[in-house]
């Protein structure tokens, strides 16, 4: 059995098979999923996971280059703001664009994990950075 990184055997093949410039997006649960799009279903009951858990535990074990979020988030979603902030400072370049331009954009993702987040604008496509 695994000691660390993550359990689910899904979401450890996906960020295994990762290169870099690929893209996966962490939903809410309203978020739709574009047909031919991979979906890693996590979500249990209205709120668990929630976003925060899933996206910090795919940062511990993802290099993350660039983050998208939905720029509606500004408005609507104080935590989702200071989370981008956070990863800002950590050095991962963040863009935010509108959602209809978000959902257009998840189309090219590998992969979208659903958690079962029920507030505004909690979703973020990650693209993979490279650790070398």
Known sequence: ?????????DIARV????GHTDSLVIADCGLPIPAGV???DVSLTLGVPGFFD????ILADFKAERAVFA????????AVVEKSREMAAAQIAIEAVPHEEFKRRCREAKV????????PYANVILHSGVIF
Do not use: F, P, W, Y
């Open 38 to 40: 991979e979906c890693i």
């Open 15 to 18: 960020l295994a098979g990762m």
């Open 71 to 78: 720029s509606e988030a500004q408005t609507h979603n104080a």
């Open 54 to 57: 899933v996206l910090d535990s």
């Open 112 to 119: 979208v994990i659903r958690t079962g987040e029920c507030s």
């Open 1 to 9: 059995m695994k000691k660390q990184g993550h359990l689910n055997r």
